[in-house]
């Protein structure tokens, strides 16, 4: 199977950081293995004779193979994240609203991939896995899926600017000032490359936007995003909630980049220090459930069905809705 799985060798050999993380093991192997296909200083004086050797693509290729089809797997016991290669799993096109939910399971026999449908597929549909973070908007979506997997996605839900009706991609007007402002593509019937958006238009006013502005606007945001849900401190909760409240200014509660942070927060409540179950107010306990709330109607159009994604939501949220309830039988019993 593994000689048959795409590598995209030539396209992973342009970037420097694949070279620099893998010539030297693949001079090993060519060494190794084929010491005739070693190419040495005499025969070229600027080649450094440790990394560079003569026909290294059949020594590359595994790692190639490695980087476009592999998947990550958490380890139980240390939760270390391990690369592991399921090759037919990963024949399954890519598609940033798939039909399919798949995880990792450690077995005696190692570890094993599970691949569930998600929603009922009808008889000659075909099988959707996906590769990125489907919780992110397109524009993240497509820089992603090129940089960790060199694949461009064409899929109905990138083509789509009302990002399948969640609005995810939606920012605020700065004319009408309504979360009404979507992109306009200009290359959504081509498969080469990172979508192309020619400008931005408000579905209100009509007036449009330069998409320059906006993607540098959109850059930075991202980059405050990533760094944010990167962060270790012990006031994370308040960070979020700081970056919902000034960036939802702009961007609107339905884009992506909210949600993505909503996702992440709703762990925080019952937890942090400050916020944990015994500290928790009933003003937390309903934020939690707001945001569990926002979160599922999102699933709902991305993950149909049973998910693992949406259990751990619907967990999250289970604790909340009981305490406020109790809360409200409380102040009942102490009215009556």
């Known amino acids: ?3 048959y799985m795409q590598d995209s060798l030539q396209e992973w050999k342009k970037k420097e950081d694949f070279l620099q993380k893998f010539r030297k093991s693949a001079d090993f192997l060519t060494r190794t293995f084929s010491p005739d296909n070693r190419l040495t200083r ?3 004086p600027s080649v450094d004779d440790d990394i560079v050797v003569r026909g290294e693509d059949p020594a590359l290729r595994p790692f190639a ?10 380890k139980a016991l240390c939760g270390q994240e391990i690369r592991c290669m399921f090759p037919l799993t990963a024949l399954l096109n890519q598609s940033c609203a798939p039909n399919i939910q798949r995880n990792t399971i450690e077995t005696d026999q190692g570890i094993k991939m599970i691949v569930r449908a998600s929603k009922k597929i009808p008889k000659g549909e075909e099988i959707f896995n996906t590769y990125i973070d ?4 397109t524009f993240v979506r497509q820089r992603l899926l090129l940089q960790t997997k060199l694949m461009s996605c064409r899929c109905t839900r990138c083509i789509d600017p009302t990002d399948l009706g969640l609005q995810g991609n939606t920012i605020i007007c700065p004319f009408c000032q309504e979360p009404a402002c979507q992109p306009l593509y200009a290359n959504a019937s081509t ?4 979508l192309e958006i020619k400008l931005w238009q408000c579905q209100k006013c009509g007036k449009n936007i ?7 606007v959109l850059d930075w945001l991202y980059s405050k995003q990533d760094k944010l849900l990167k962060s270790k401190s012990n006031d994370k909760l308040q960070k979020f909630e700081k970056f919902l409240s000034e960036y939802g200014k702009k961007l609107g509660v339905k884009n992506m980049l909210m949600i993505r942070v909503m996702y992440n927060l709703v762990g925080l409540y019952g937890r942090q220090p400050g916020f944990t179950q015994q500290e928790m107010k009933e003003a937390d306990w309903r934020r939690k459930i707001q945001l569990c709330e926002e979160i599922l109607n999102v699933l709902k159009v991305l993950e149909p069905g049973m998910t693992a994604r949406k259990g751990r939501i619907l967990f999250e949220m289970y604790l909340p809705i009981a305490m406020v309830a109790q809360l409200m039988e409380g102040r009942k019993n102490k009215v009556e």
């Open 210 to 216: 330069p998409s320059e502005k906006v993607t540098k």
């Open 134 to 137: 489907i919780l992110q908007p």
């Open 42 to 44: 005499d025969e070229d």
């Open 65 to 74: 193979v490695a980087f476009t089809n592999d998947f990550s797997h958490s």
């Open 191 to 194: 498969f080469q490359g990172e």
């Open 1 to 3: 199977i593994y000689s």
